[in-house]
């Protein structure tokens, strides 16, 4: 049997239907917290229970398309600013009780970016919110978002280690100390200011210098800030450990 033959007489239905549906835990920086988009799903199943944003894959899209479909539903993001986003596959949830209509497999997105819009309900949503994630206790979660949401977080953190993608939660220019206002931020850890000034400094191509500074002093006077972007490395060496993983790299 040739493959055209084979194609002619297969039959899908003789197999058990599984769903393909696309989670994002999208994070941004708002008043100096970590906040994680949710949203309050308004009808069953976990009718009134918080979510992340996501739903079913469509027949002519591929998975990140999916993600980035859901993502501006519920923020308005389009065009350039949606493509500024880093979007990156989390991982895949598939345990077969996950989601009690029928076997559905989510493959999970991690994104974020700085200044993201205030969210808006889709029409199968009740509300959106950007949530400090140190509230999550106290909301209700759908499905196993728990479990995803623990491991974007820890994604999140652990990137921010040894990539340069903290620069992703900032501003074209940046200072030294914007930069580890997200460190601190994302990690819930503060930083000594001059190690942590060295240590940028010390890896090749994690910032380069744009010559200007800022306008004016800090808020308790002194010289300006200089002004930095992100350079082009892709990994970081030597990685910025986070203060607990130093002690036990010691």
């Known amino acids: ?11 899908p239905r003789d197999y058990p239907a599984v769903a393909v549906t696309v989670d994002v835990v999208a994070l941004t920086i708002r008043e100096s917290a970590l906040h ?26 591929d998975l990140a398309t999916g993600a980035r479909r859901e993502l501006a539903e519920e923020t308005g993001l389009g065009g350039d600013r ?23 497999v989510s493959v999970a997105h991690l994104a974020f970016a700085p200044d993201l819009p205030d969210p808006v309900a889709d029409t199968d949503a009740d509300d959106a ?32 280690e040894y990539t340069p993608l903290a620069t992703r939660f900032l501003a074209p220019e ?4 914007d930069l580890r206002a997200v460190y601190e931020t994302v990690w819930g850890h503060p930083l000594h200011a001059g190690n942590f000034h060295r240590k940028v400094l010390s890896v090749p191509g994690f910032v380069e210098s ?14 300006r ?26």
């Open 1 to 11: 049997m040739n493959e055209q033959d084979f194609l002619a007489g297969y039959d």
């Open 82 to 104: 949606l493509r500024r986003v880093h979007l990156e596959q989390l991982g895949s949830y598939g345990a077969p009780d996950r989601d009690p209509r029928m076997r559905v």
């Open 225 to 250: 800030a200089k002004l930095y972007r992100a350079g082009d490395a892709h990994l970081l060496h030597p990685a910025l450990l986070r203060p607990a993983r130093e002690e036990t790299v010691r």
């Open 36 to 61: 994680l988009l949710l949203i309050r799903r308004g009808a069953p199943p976990f009718e009134g229970h918080w979510a992340l944003p996501g739903g079913f894959v469509r027949p002519d899209e």
């Open 174 to 177: 940046f200072t030294i100390t």
């Open 129 to 160: 919110v950007w949530l400090p994630v140190t509230a999550l206790t106290s909301r209700q979660l759908a499905f196993d978002h728990g479990r995803i949401i623990d491991d974007g977080l820890e994604r999140a953190r652990s990137k921010l």
């Open 210 to 223: 744009t010559g200007a500074s800022t306008e004016r002093g800090g808020a308790r006077g002194g010289p």
